[in-house]
């Protein structure tokens, strides 16, 4: 099946660990974004990127970092300087950045212990 | 900044109304709206997506309209049934500082009661 591959669901990270969330996809897009969801709140948009070597900071980069070696995968790191972790982190990409669609990955719910 | 607002933030209906979801926006530069919904904690599903050129878009019994000019866009839901229970989410792509960004709105929570 075609779409959206967001792993692990679930994921725990200790204080001052740096975890890696992993996203997939096989609809040959071009375009990936991260985003973060609050309780109750909308969606803010972490790192996007628009083709493969190429990622641009969105509106919270900080203490995130990505990576764009391959089209079909955009792993987002979540390092220790990101004070505030927990959120669940949703996982997008479309054909190119401007006038396609966006599709969604399942999300993954990070927890600090 | 491109601004998406979503009204009401909740919503309760009985089963079979018909209702309506607003969604506003600040900068009407943009290059098409997406409609989403969102059951709790899963992904989002794309609904409809509006190119900028367009006024509206049909899927079964969602229609969703775009009035550029004024920055609005609605969701009308026909004869709603329990299992659109779900939170809906519109998003905009492009606008001033949003280059070629989604921008979000806040949601409409939905309750469809049997």
């Known amino acids: 099946d075609g779409g959206i591959t967001q792993s692990p669901k679930y994921l725990f990270r200790k204080e001052g660990q740096n975890v890696t969330l992993s996203c997939e996809q096989n609809l040959n897009h071009d375009a990936m974004y991260w985003y973060r969801q609050d309780p109750g709140q909308g969606l803010r948009l972490i790192y996007y990127?628009?083709?493969?070597?190429?990622?641009q900071k969105g509106d919270i980069a900080e203490g995130y970092s990505v990576s764009r070696e391959k089209k079909e995968s955009f792993p987002l790191t979540v390092t220790s300087a990101q004070k505030n972790p927990t959120a669940f982190y949703l996982c997008a990409s479309s054909y190119r950045t401007g006038g396609t669609e966006a599709f969604f990955g399942q999300g993954t719910r990070l927890t600090v212990v | 900044k491109q601004e998406v607002t979503q009204i009401p933030a909740a919503l309760s209906v009985p089963e079979g109304e018909n209702l309506v979801l607003n969604c506003s926006f600040t900068?009407?530069?943009?290059?098409?709206l997406q409609w989403f919904r969102q059951d709790p904690g899963k992904g989002l599903t794309s609904l409809l997506l509006i190119q900028s050129s367009q006024r509206e878009q049909t899927s079964g019994r969602l229609n969703a309209s775009l009035d550029k000019s004024s920055g609005r866009s609605t969701l009308y839901i026909a004869a709603s049934q329990p299992g659109d229970s779900a939170t809906y989410l519109c998003?905009?792509?492009?606008?001033?500082?949003?280059?070629?960004?989604?921008?979000f709105g806040g949601g409409t929570r939905l309750m469809v009661k049997p």
């Open positions: 990127s628009q083709i493969v070597n190429d990622f």
């Open positions: 900068d009407s530069a943009i290059y098409n």
């Open positions: 998003a905009v792509l492009g606008g001033i500082g949003a280059g070629n960004m989604l921008t």
